[in-house]
């Protein structure tokens, strides 16, 4: 894709996307590509939409987005910083978290949620998979791709009868 050059799949999420480990030329910069199906009018406007609203978000536990477009072929992608580590979902699903750990996490994901916030962006699909725990035990809020920018009160509402989110 362009000047990025896939490594390996990392993952694959809904609607027909997936999560591959590339290498952005020419600074040899380990990035995550999220790549997502074809799309035109509305969806192609609201993927830019997104990724515009969460590359001016920054703040150490938001995901930082570099960059996105289009592929050749029409997939959308978003270029993200390449994250080690495990999803809260799965690190749930291996047991429950002490207190402790449990409040360190919630207290991240708040600050993240607060920066967004006052940016006025609203992240709509917050969940423990869109949550990234990494092994230094700082925690990352990711997938701001649905995420709404709240410009005035007529657009603090989601359309009637939309699904958005999980």
């Known amino acids: 894709i362009g000047r990025y050059t896939i490594k390996e799949l990392l993952g694959v999420g809904g609607m027909d996307s997936s ?3 590339a290498v952005q030329a020419p600074i040899h910069r380990p990035v995550a590509i999220k ?3 074809p799309a035109e009018g509305e969806s192609a406007e609201r993927f830019a939409r997104g990724a515009r609203i ?3 978000l920054n703040h150490p536990n938001i ?3 570099h960059d996105y477009g289009r592929t050749s072929d029409g997939r959308l ?5 390449l994250l ?7 690190v749930l699903r291996a047991g429950a978290l002490g207190v402790d750990r449990a409040l360190q996490i919630t207290d991240q994901i708040l600050k993240a ?3 967004a916030h006052k940016k006025k962006v609203v992240h709509r699909d917050i969940k423990p998979g869109n949550v990234m ?6 925690v990352k809020v990711m997938d701001f791709g649905i995420a709404r920018a709240i410009s005035d009160a007529s657009s603090t509402m989601t359309q009637t009868a939309a699904v958005v989110g999980t």
């Open 77 to 81: 992608y978003l270029v993200m910083e």
């Open 84 to 90: 080690e580590g495990r999803t809260l979902h799965d």
């Open 19 to 21: 999560v591959w480990m």
């Open 113 to 115: 949620l607060d920066h």
């Open 63 to 65: 995901t930082v987005v």
């Open 133 to 138: 725990l990494t092994p230094s035990g700082d």
């Open 54 to 56: 969460a590359s001016n």
């Open 35 to 37: 790549l997502l199906p």
